[in-house]
């Protein structure tokens, strides 16, 4: 199983499961016959950019919470996520379109909206594709031509 297809199952589990630790992750991925370690689990959480957070009862479980803009993202970590998941950027007058794998959009929206890239109004995602609004101070083209760059395309 690739590294996208992995992530994006332990997004879906993250979504239907009440996940306290790692072990458990990996346990839930061992029950569907995908094979990964603590590190590589732990390593993929902070790709999909998991946190812990408290739920009702007090329990912390990992989760992929809406992020406020003063929540910024480190810089490598948008790379990582575009250089792992971008397959295409295009671009129309102030939209740039980015594809990802089948379930990967909105991955790659939240660590752009966490990011601060300068000219990125917002971001709509859905499930294999992103658009983003330029702000007004930049264009598409050089909007897309910035995060084919970070996505080594």
């Given at each position: 199983m690739s590294k996208t297809s992995r992530q994006h199952r332990i997004v879906q589990l993250l979504g239907d499961v009440a996940v306290t630790s790692q072990t458990q992750l990996v346990e839930l991925l061992q029950a569907e016959n995908i094979e990964a370690t603590q590190a590589t689990v732990s390593r993929d959480l902070e790709d999909i950019g998991a946190i812990k957070v408290r739920i009702p009862g007090g329990d912390l479980v990992y989760g992929l919470p809406e992020h406020t803009n003063e929540h910024v993202a480190p810089p490598d970590h948008l790379r990582r996520v575009l250089t792992?998941?971008?397959?295409?950027?295009?671009?129309?007058?102030?939209?740039?379109?980015?594809?990802?794998?089948?379930?990967?959009?909105?991955?790659?929206?939240?660590a752009l909206d966490r990011s601060g890239v300068d000219g990125v109004l917002g971001t709509v995602a859905g499930d294999d594709s992103i658009m983003i609004v330029a702000s007004e101070d930049t264009t598409g083209k050089d909007l897309a031509a910035q995060l084919s760059d970070l996505a080594g395309i």
């Open positions: 792992d998941w971008v397959a295409e950027v295009a671009y129309s007058h102030n939209i740039v379109i980015v594809r990802t794998p089948p379930g990967s959009a909105h991955v790659v929206a939240s």
